[in-house]
T-cell receptor, first 112, second 111 residues
């Protein structure tokens, strides 16, 4: 049963600390997406990659957020420095083609 | 700009049909999606429809698309308590991977 995995599932950190979230896409999928879910804004696309190349990161605050794919089996989303307004659930999704996106269980981030 | 709207809440009795509605604004949408989110979980892709189709059926799920009115609906036949969740409608524009999500409809199924 192929699934997207994300670590950690929960993260509590203090303002100003660096946060790194990791995602393992489904084996063989060549597109990876990062979304953020909050009560106020709902689901927002932060960034997406095709064949490890970033295609769209217009939804991501560039000054503190960065997304990378060091290899085909790992995507990372980093926040440095973190702020309380970054508190949200961060989802990774992957697909073999962009029309199908399969979501991971999410990382719930709390910044105090 | 792109926008997707859904009603926030729907309550039905077990065994009844549920119909969740969605409207979107982007006429260049290529695919439209329905996702299900249970508490504390990620989004589960239920089904999607290409914009040149007007209906798609998959077991208890029926998707209807009215492209002229930019209206999408999801019908769940014989709704069960396990169908209680938040249902998200989403559209994909053109050839980008970007999905625009609605705010989600909470479906409550009463026994």
């Amino acid at each position: 049963d192929a699934r997207v995995t994300q670590t950690p599932r929960h993260k509590v950190t203090e303002m100003g600390q660096e946060v790194t979230m990791r995602c393992q896409p489904i084996l063989g999928h060549n597109t990876v997406f990062w979304y953020r879910q909050t009560m106020m804004q709902g689901l927002e696309l932060l960034a997406y990659f095709r064949n490890r190349a970033p295609l769209d990161d217009s939804g991501m605050p560039k000054d503190r957020f960065s997304a990378e794919m060091p290899d085909a089996t790992l995507a990372t989303l980093k926040i440095q420095p973190s702020e309380p307004r970054d508190s949200a659930v961060y989802f990774c999704a992957s697909g073999l083609v962009e029309r199908e996106q399969y979501f991971g269980p999410g990382t719930r981030l709390t910044v105090t | 700009g792109e926008d997707v709207e859904q009603s926030l809440f729907l309550s039905v009795r077990e065994g009844d049909s549920s119909v969740i509605n969605c409207t979107y604004t982007d006429s260049s949408s290529t695919y439209l999606y329905w996702y299900k989110q249970e508490p504390g979980a990620g989004l589960q892709l239920l089904t999607y429809i290409f914009s040149n189709m007007d209906m798609k059926q998959d077991q208890r799920l029926t998707v209807l698309l009215n492209k002229k009115d930019k209206h999408l609906s999801l019908r769940i036949a014989d709704t069960q308590t396990g169908d209680s969740a938040i249902y998200f409608c989403a559209e994909r524009s053109g050839n980008t991977g970007k999905l625009i999500f609605g705010q989600g409809t909470t479906l409550q199924v009463k026994p």
